[in-house]
């Protein structure tokens, strides 16, 4: 069945969209680029990390790109000051939220979290850092997972349940106090439907899941494509 | 048991349920919702049972559901056949047999009684009791009730919500039969459409639409889904419709049911309320069992069921796809939309949503059609809506009113208002996520679309009152605790924003916060709003939103004055009594060194935070008093008779060298700094006291030939002796203050020389001018402005005009009652003529007290409409027009209105006292920035002025004020002044510290509150001497061992 082609409009530009496309993937395939976190290509979206908010003509509220789909005649601003304000303030409560002192994680100039704040101009955090005291479950033979450098964006848990097909991880508690978990908060390494694939420490955007054993800036993923370019280019926002 | 199948059956139905709600003996009905049972209505009940059953009494007695008025629980509904109906109130278990024994004389109890109710109006039936009791108001006479509609709780709190068939008997599943029989489902969705109906849930979705849009999607199976998740705190109407008629539920979901084309019905209901849940549980059985639920509902072929689902009762279920998700048992988490439920909802199957009240709106509109519910409501939002109206108000409970109705009705006409002494200052509306509507906007319309204007919800119809006790920062804080803790997590906006919100929120009320975290908040509460996933984080900011826009002074008081002024924020007071005092003075403090037998430090306590201690001990307004904690045991503590106490017996004594020794050891090496200061009244006083201390050089000039200002020159003798008053000001002038007396600043002296001659200036001259009523006759020989008048007798005795054996005084405030207790010493009779009530008046209540014992008289509620005069052009007699009290205004009293009735008061002078004005004069003439009252403009908190080096504060930057208002702008002034001139922390650095016991009493002394004693009336009106007369030394030590010590910190 061939599919419906829709025309929308993209910072004033007119692209070719098909039914049933988000505005993300469109407006990535004209070369656009919308920050994002949350997303991973190829996993269901959840629009969770809302970096990836753009205005739509006619719709009062800010929609994120990554759930909501095309329609004809659809006008969309992917850069506006508000939109950049409210996206750098998203950075700057990650950043608030637990603990990413860059300067000692394996991640470290291989983060997502860290390229978008770079790029994004996001110099200092004006909220109090939380600082949570969270654990690191050393327990799984080959990987790590710290808590304290979690952002919630859940791709952990998408890629293992949907790709994988594993069940691995969960997210447990409110607010917050949610945390990711894994296999009915028992310790990675006691979680019997681990196949140890590492898909999930792939798919994490910073340096909450990492390989064993590796020192600071070590460990690089590959992991978001669109992404991973951006950064490359020296983050064009 | 019988299943209704046709309408034979039906009818028989109803007649059986016809028969318990009128039967042939007195019905006794106890309202037993959860809030009923919570004040003992299940005592009740079995009172009554045993009564009846053990004393063989002839009467039918019943449980139902709650009729609205929290405050007056429990209420008991009583019926004798023939007469009305009447609800009786605040019902013990021990008035049980009285009541039955009066009622089986055909008699109410009368003490219980409150109002009665002649007929009922179900809206799908009329219920006719009788007629009789004239003696009682019917209920729609009682403010509470006056102008509610009850159409969603059209049956609460009037049938047994266990039986089925009291619910038929008032018309119940009447609309079900009637749609069953038309077998026209979709005019069903057009009735419902053209109602205007909206979800009474909180976003206000029109129903219809939503019910067109899921009859339309093609399904095997579709769910209709009754959300009865209340998770607002302090919202409870959902729970007692539920416990009041379940029926009225089951119905409306049916009737959905079959106009969507659904089979599937399921009630998602909050597991804490077991009352609900039970009565629930118990309607569907019945339903199922008379043929309303099940296959072939009413023999017509149509097969709906319902099922309960008890949820685990998050917030954030409130929404669709969360409580969709919650469900299916999955975590209570919002997913986006697009895909909307009524495409893809539970299970993925085209789902309807809709709020409990909602549903009860269906069968009214049903029966009476979408014209008779649009007659209800305002344009864009038809119907009604049931609120809970909570907080400082008199009357409180679930009351149903129209949709527009002004919030001022709800505040004042039913809710009656704040509490004596009180001022309601906000309402809050729409739960935890709605928005404070500050009071100067009562006028607003309670609709969807004109609250969200202003920021907030309707929400579930939360309605939360709060008066000056209330903090709008520590509001703010604690909604937004409130969402952060129900935020699911998801989202980063809504879960870290809402985190960091509370966090700066929680700076405030600790007075940690600056202002750049202000604008902060501002800016994230915005992005919250905007970016956050679901309607929890998209609301969740309303609160801090709307009160930084509507109370940003509060929040500026926290952080720049550190002061939280309702005195919730702990960390910002010492007690409650120094919080209100506007001087700040250490109260506790003094009234422990005295109980301590340290005299001089006590008076030594007292002085360097009030410099006129003697004075204020007699005239401050002493509103410490109003929020002194001792009052919630009996009566708060006379702190002002204490000090004043204090001060008399250091000021009158040989000890008072010694103790100006004691301050001057405190004053700072000069400066070399001159200060001048325009205006000797308090605050131009307060000001010299703390800048001669601080080693300023401060000279301060005055029109008059003595210091004091109003002090001397207002307040009549026996009020404050002027020795009182010369002795503090002597404490002044040996601090090395000058003074320049007979000097007019802008006359004598111009702002422009001040400011070549001195380093810093502060204007403080006080109101001087009378307002003048524009009134025919005020030219009239006799008619006399309030303060020339006491200024004339202050100085010298005798008035400029005489006054003749009659004088009428108009006004209320403290110059009206001074100038009926001066005529009094004058010899003549005093008429004190106010427009409102004796309530209303702004005069201090001792003194209007004082002043009728000495023989004035008052006439209230009658307005000045014109003085006659003789041929002589002389005052003969005023004529005033009398008052009724009209709706309320901006000041929250009630707007006198003049009715047409005149009368005529024959006198021989006019005292014109109503109120006074800023001197506009002076004020123009200083070229300083005014304001829109034309008194000069200045900085809040730091009293600059537009010109530098100029400083303003008292009256000509409030307009007339109160000596103690005054005297805190004077310290403020000072301690700004002298931080301008030698740089922060001096003015702090001039208070010493003093040990002092720091122990909470646990037993404080159990005395009554002492108040002063007073001359004897007869006596006091034939002189000028002082008529109150402090309190003892033991009687003052007493009364200090009243106070609690609230600043002991545990
Ligand atoms: S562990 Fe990584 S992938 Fe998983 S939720 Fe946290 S940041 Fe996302
Ligand atoms: S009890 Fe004492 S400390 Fe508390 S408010 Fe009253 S006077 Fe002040
Ligand atoms: S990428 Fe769209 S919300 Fe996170």
Redesign the interface.
């Known amino acids: 069945m061939p599919q419906t082609k829709l025309s929308i409009r993209i910072d004033g530009e007119l692209v070719q969209a098909f039914a049933g496309e988000t505005i993300l993937t469109v407006a990535r395939r004209a070369g656009r680029f919308i920050p994002t976190l949350c997303h991973f290509e190829g996993l269901r ?7 990836c ?1 753009v205005e739509v003509s006619g719709s009062g ?2 929609l ?1 790109a990554c ?3 095309a329609q004809d005649g659809m006008a969309v601003t992917t850069v506006s000051p508000r939109l950049a ?2 996206r750098r ?2 950075l700057e ?2 950043l ?2 637990r603990n990413h002192l860059c300067a000692v994680c394996v991640s470290n100039s291989n983060c997502e979290l860290q390229a978008l704040a770079t790029a994004m101009g996001v110099t200092s955090v ?3 850092y ?1 600082y949570p005291k969270l654990p690191v479950d050393l327990s799984h033979p080959r990987f790590v997972l710290d808590h304290n450098r979690c ?2 964006c859940s791709r952990c848990i998408r890629v293992c349940a949907d790709v994988e097909g594993a069940h691995v991880w969960d ?1 447990m ?6 945390r990711v978990i894994s296999d009915m908060n028992r310790p990675w390494g006691e979680a019997p439907g681990c196949t140890g694939c590492g898909k999930c420490v792939q798919a994490c955007p910073t340096g909450a899941l990492a390989e064993k054993g590796l020192a600071v800036e070590e460990m690089t993923k590959r992991g978001e494509r669109a992404l991973q370019g951006a950064i490359r280019q020296g983050g064009r926002l | 048991m019988s299943r209704i199948e046709d309408i034979s059956t039906f009818n028989a139905v109803r007649e059986a349920g016809l028969e318990k709600m009128l039967p042939g003996v007195p019905r006794i009905a106890v309202g037993m919702g959860t809030c009923g049972r919570g004040n003992g209505a299940e005592g009740l009940y079995h009172a009554f049972h045993e009564e009846i059953h053990g004393g063989g009494v002839a009467a039918q007695l019943t449980g139902v559901g709650c009729f609205g008025p929290c405050s007056e629980e429990p209420l008991v509904n009583v019926a004798i056949p023939g007469k009305p109906m009447v609800i009786l109130r605040r019902v013990q278990a021990s008035d049980a047999s009285r009541i039955l024994s009066d009622a089986a004389e055909g008699r109410i109890t009368p003490d219980l009684a409150w109002c009665r109710v002649d007929e009922w109006d179900h809206i799908t039936a009329q219920l006719r009791y009788g007629h009789g009791f004239p003696e009682l108001p019917l209920w729609r006479e009682v403010p509470f009730f006056a102008g509610q509609k009850k159409i969603v709780l059209r049956n609460c709190g009037l049938i047994n919500p266990d039986d089925i068939e009291e619910y038929i008997a008032v018309g119940g599943y009447q609309a079900l039969y009637k749609v069953l029989i038309d077998g026209h489902p979709e005019q069903v969705i057009e009735q419902i459409k053209a109602s205007k109906l909206r979800g009474r849930g909180g976003a206000g979705f029109h129903t219809g639409i939503k019910w067109e849009f899921m009859a339309k999607a093609k399904a095997d199976c579709k769910y209709v889904i009754c959300n009865a998740d209340e998770g607002d705190p302090g919202a409870y109407m959902n729970r007692n419709e539920i416990e009041s008629d379940p029926h009225g539920l089951l119905e409306g979901m049916i009737i959905g049911g079959y106009a969507m084309g659904c089979a599937e019905g399921l009630i998602y209901v909050r597991a804490e309320y077991p009352v609900a849940v039970h009565r629930l549980n118990h309607a569907i059985q019945q339903a199922r069992e008379y043929g309303l639920l099940g296959e072939n509902i009413m023999g017509r072929g149509f097969r709906f069921d319902i099922q309960l689902v008890e949820g685990a009762g998050a917030f954030v279920c409130g929404e669709e796809t969360a409580l969709i998700a919650s469900l299916e048992g999955l975590s209570g988490r919002p997913r986006p939309r697009p895909p909307f439920p009524a495409q893809r909802g539970l299970w993925g199957r085209p789902t309807n949503i809709n709020n409990v009240e909602t549903w009860y709106n269906i069968a009214p509109i049903v029966i009476k059609g979408p014209g008779w519910f649009t007659e209800t409501g305002s344009m864009k939002s038809a119907g009604t809506k049931v609120f809970s109206l909570v907080g400082k108000v008199r009357n409180t409970g679930l009351v149903e009113m129209p949709l527009g109705t002004p919030l001022k009705t709800f505040v004042y006409d039913i809710g009656g208002g704040a509490a004596r002494g009180r001022s309601v200052k906000a309402v809050q509306t729409g739960g935890p996520s709605g928005g404070c509507i500050p009071q100067e906007m009562f006028d607003t319309a309670v609709d969807y679309e004109t609250l969200a204007q202003l920021g907030s919800i309707m929400g579930s119809g939360g309605m939360v009152v709060m008066d000056d006790d209330n903090c709008m920062v520590d509001v703010a804080r604690y909604f937004i605790e409130f969402t952060h803790s129900e935020s699911c997590g998801k989202c980063v906006p809504c879960r870290v924003g809402l985190d960091r919100a509370l966090d700066v929120l929680n700076g405030f009320t600790v007075g940690t916060g600056a202002l750049p975290q202000l604008e902060l908040l501002g800016e994230l509460g915005g992005m919250i709003r905007d970016t956050s996933l679901c309607g929890l984080g998209q609301t969740a900011p309303n609160p801090v939103l709307t009160t930084m826009r509507h109370f940003r002074h509060e929040f500026e008081d926290h952080i720049i004055g550190q002061r939280c002024n309702a005195g919730v924020c702990g960390d910002l007071a010492l007690s409650p009594c120094e919080n209100s005092c506007p001087l700040h003075m250490n109260i506790p403090r003094f009234l422990q060194l005295f109980q301590e037998d340290r005299m001089e430090e006590a008076f030594d306590s007292i002085l360097m935070d009030n410099p006129l201690p003697a004075s204020t001990g007699r005239v401050c307004q002493h509103p410490c008093d109003n929020r002194c904690r001792r009052q919630t045991l009996d009566d708060a503590v006379n702190m002002r008779e204490v000090h004043r106490f204090l001060a008399d017996s250091m000021l009158g004594s040989d000890r008072f060298e010694g103790m100006l020794e004691r301050v001057k050891v405190r004053k700072q090496p000069a400066t070399g700094q001159r200060v001048a200061i325009v205006g000797a009244g308090p605050a131009g006083l307060t000001a010299a006291f703390y800048l001669a201390l601080l080693g300023h050089a401060v000279t301060v000039f005055d029109s008059q030939e003595r210091a004091g200002g109003m002090l001397r020159y207002a307040l009549p003798e026996y009020r404050l002796p002027k020795a009182v008053l010369d002795r503090e000001v002597e404490i002044i002038e040996r601090l090395g203050v000058q003074f320049v007396f007979k000097t007019q600043v802008g006359t004598d002296i111009s702002l422009n020389e001040l400011d070549s001659q001195f380093d810093s200036v502060f204007l403080s001259i006080g109101t001087w001018k009378e307002s003048w009523v524009y009134l025919p006759g005020t030219e009239l020989r006799g008619v006399i402005p309030a303060l020339p008048f006491l200024e004339a007798v202050a100085k010298g005795g005798a008035p400029d005009t005489p006054l003749g054996p009659r004088v009428a005084i108009i006004g209320g405030g403290n110059a009206a009652i001074d100038s009926a207790r001066t005529a009094l010493r004058l010899g003549s009779q005093a008429t004190v003529v106010y427009r409102r009530e004796r309530k209303d008046m702004p005069a201090i209540a001792e003194e209007t007290l004082a002043a009728e014992r000495e023989g004035a008289r008052y006439l209230f509620l009658a307005a000045p409409h014109r003085i006659v005069g003789n041929a002589q052009g002389q005052v003969k007699a005023l004529e005033v027009v009398k008052t009724r009290l009209a709706e309320f205004d901006a000041s929250g009293r009630r707007r006198p209105v003049p009715t047409g009735e005149i009368t005529r008061l024959e006198c021989d002078s006019v005292v014109l006292a109503v109120g006074e004005t800023v001197d506009q004069d002076f004020c123009r003439a200083s070229g300083l920035t005014l304001n829109e009252n034309g008194a000069i403009t200045v900085d809040r908190f730091t009293l600059e002025t537009s010109r530098s080096k100029f400083y303003a504060g008292g009256d000509v930057v409030t307009g007339a004020s109160n000596v103690s208002n005054a005297m805190a702008y004077g310290k403020r002034a000072a301690e700004n002044i002298d931080a301008r001139l030698m740089g922060a922390g001096r003015f702090a650095g001039l208070f010493q510290r003093f040990e002092y016991e720091q122990i909470a009493l646990a037993n404080p002394s159990a005395s009554p509150r002492r108040v002063s004693h007073e001359l004897p009336a007869s006596v006091r009106v034939h002189g000028s001497d002082e008529v109150v007369i402090g309190l003892s030394k033991p009687e003052a030590l007493e009364e200090a061992r009243r106070c609690l010590r609230c600043d002991v910190r545990a």
Request: glycine share 8%; net charge positive.
């Open positions: 979206d959840v629009g969770a990390c809302r970096l908010i509220r800010l994120p759930t909501t789909p304000a409210y303030m998203t409560l990650l608030a939220e004006r909220f109090r939380r952002i919630l997210m508690s409110r607010g917050v106090g949610a």
